[in-house]
């Protein structure tokens, strides 16, 4: 008896999706940002009630890949919906850290919807790719970042396309919205608006699986990035290596000297003007000075720089003595002995 009363309180179908319908709208429509508080309220109250919703569908057992669209009942088409309505909500999340496994989440929620409606034959269109986490690299830097220009046309061909189907469907929609939503309208009406919901959620299921795509590329592009930076960081704040010098070298050139034979003591200006003083340049004609007498140059100028003066006069007394002395005694004067 207890277990029949729980389940008696418990929400049927309709109500769970009505309810998280409901709640759809008014995120959507909201004018407080997505990331407000009351707003992520009603995304976690919708996710909740959906998946309950999806939990019952299976154990209802509502649709079976052994019957066609024709043969599900018009008030049944609309749970259909279910996984679409998941994915929308689940790309309301707010979360940085989690941005990644929210993204995947939502993308296999609408790449379901849409298995289930391909199989179904709702309309006419193309599955996006299935990617798992280990491929979505090398399709990325295949197919996603580097597409024709072929695939370029024909993607913008298919939105433009799915741009005026979702016009035309939002038209019908709304003419077939009064009547249906107030029970006047028979079951062949009620059948045409749950199909024209189920092509609508299509196209935006489409639309958002590309967003996705592109969204996940963006982030992993900017998780390898900070990789690397954190990687060439961790390089320079390592401690930089000392220069070393080797001891063979710096032995070898206090013995053997710098290896050329004598360093240079003046400038070519100094050399130039040097041998211009002695005219021994070219353009001086011949030199005014011999070879050796200009390698004495610099010390005779150095030996004629002016000296203290003899105050007595001594030295020069003393030379002229030497010099007189020189007159009267020939050279080897001193020297007669054993000459015969």
């Not at 941005?99 to 006419?124: D, I, K, M, P, S």
């Not at 799915?162 to 107030?182: A, D, F, G, N, W």
């Not at 704040?237 to 290896?259: C, E, H, M, S, Y």
């Not at 003083?277 to 005014?288: E, F, N």
Request: charged share 30%; glycine share 4%.
């Amino acid at each position: 008896m207890a277990a029949a009363e729980d389940e008696s309180l418990l929400p049927r179908l309709p109500e769970l999706f009505e309810t998280s319908k409901q709640l759809l709208d008014e995120v959507e429509v909201a004018t407080e940002p997505t990331g407000s508080r009351i707003v992520q309220d009603k995304v976690f109250k919708g996710l909740d009630l959906l998946e309950k919703a999806a939990e019952m569908i299976s154990q209802l057992d509502l649709f079976s890949r052994n019957e066609d669209l024709e043969e599900i009942a018009s008030s049944d088409l609309k749970y259909l919906m279910v996984p679409a309505f998941q994915g929308a909500l689940t790309m309301k999340q707010v979360s940085p850290s989690k941005r990644l496994g929210h993204l995947q989440q939502a993308r296999e929620h609408f790449l379901n919807y849409l298995t289930q409606c391909h199989y179904y034959h709702v309309a006419e269109f193309e599955l996006p790719q299935i990617k798992n986490n280990s491929a979505e690299n090398n399709t990325a830097s295949s197919s996603v970042a580097y597409p024709s220009l072929v695939a370029m046309a024909s993607q913008r061909q298919a939105k433009i396309e799915r741009y005026k189907q979702q016009k035309e469907i939002e038209h019908r929609l709304s003419t077939l919205k009064p009547s249906v939503e107030s029970g006047e309208a028979d079951d062949e009406r009620v059948r045409e608006y749950y199909h024209l919901h189920l092509q609508r959620w299509i196209g935006i299921s489409l639309e958002e699986i590309e967003s996705i795509d592109q969204e996940i590329k963006i982030l992993r592009e900017k998780d390898s990035s900070k990789e690397a930076s954190t990687s060439r960081s961790s390089l320079q704040d390592r401690r930089p290596v000392k220069p070393f010098i080797l001891t063979r070298d710096v032995a070898q050139a206090k013995v053997f000297g710098a290896g050329y034979p004598s360093l240079a003591t003046m400038t070519v200006s100094d050399w130039y003007d040097q041998h211009r003083k002695y005219g021994a340049l070219p353009d001086q004609g011949i030199a005014k000075t011999t070879p050796a007498e200009f390698k004495k140059a610099p010390q005779q100028q150095e030996d004629e720089e002016p000296k203290e003066e003899d105050p007595d006069g001594e030295t020069l007394h003393r030379a002229r003595e030497w010099d007189d002395w020189k007159d009267t005694h020939p050279r080897g004067y001193g020297n007669r002995q054993n000459m015969g």
